[in-house]
Nanobody, 116 residues
C-alpha cells in the first residue's frame, strides 16, 4: 500500500532554514507528481508546492515563492522541501501528498514551528 513518511520538522527561529523529507513506498514514485501541503489548526489545508514526476516542472504558493524549493530523488523515492527565510506564519503541520487513481494519499504530517 502507499506509504508516505515525513521527517525533518522542528523548531526554528525566524529567518532560519529547515529541510523536510518524505520517504515514499508502495507505488512507482517516479511516475507521479508530488505535492507538499500545510495546515494550521482551524484553517483549510493549503497547497505549498508541487513537482512533476521527473522534477522538471515545479510550482509554488505565492506566500512561499522565492523562499521554498521542492525537489525529488527518483532513485531513492524521496521528496524534499527546502525552506529558507522562515517566518512565524510558516508555522504549520506539513504533509506530503500524492494523487493516484482518483485517491489522495497523505503522510502523517510533520510539525514546523517558527518562533524566537
Amino acid at each position: 500500500q502507499v506509504q508516505l513518511v515525513e521527517s525533518g520538522g522542528g523548531l526554528v527561529q525566524p529567518g532560519g532554514s529547515l529541510r523536510l523529507s518524505c520517504a515514499a513506498a508502495g507505488f512507482t514514485f517516479s511516475t507521479y507528481g508530488m505535492n507538499w501541503y500545510r495546515q494550521v489548526p482551524g484553517k483549510v489545508r493549503e497547497l505549498v508546492a508541487r513537482i512533476s514526476s521527473t522534477g522538471g516542472i515545479t510550482s509554488y504558493a505565492g506566500s512561499v515563492k522565492g523562499r521554498f524549493t521542492i525537489s525529488r530523488n527518483n532513485d531513492n523515492n524521496t521528496l524534499y522541501l527546502q525552506m529558507n527565510s522562515l517566518k512565524p506564519e510558516d508555522t504549520a503541520v506539513y504533509y506530503c501528498n500524492v494523487y493516484i487513481h482518483l485517491a489522495n494519499y497523505w503522510g502523517q504530517g510533520i510539525q514546523v514551528i517558527v518562533s524566537s
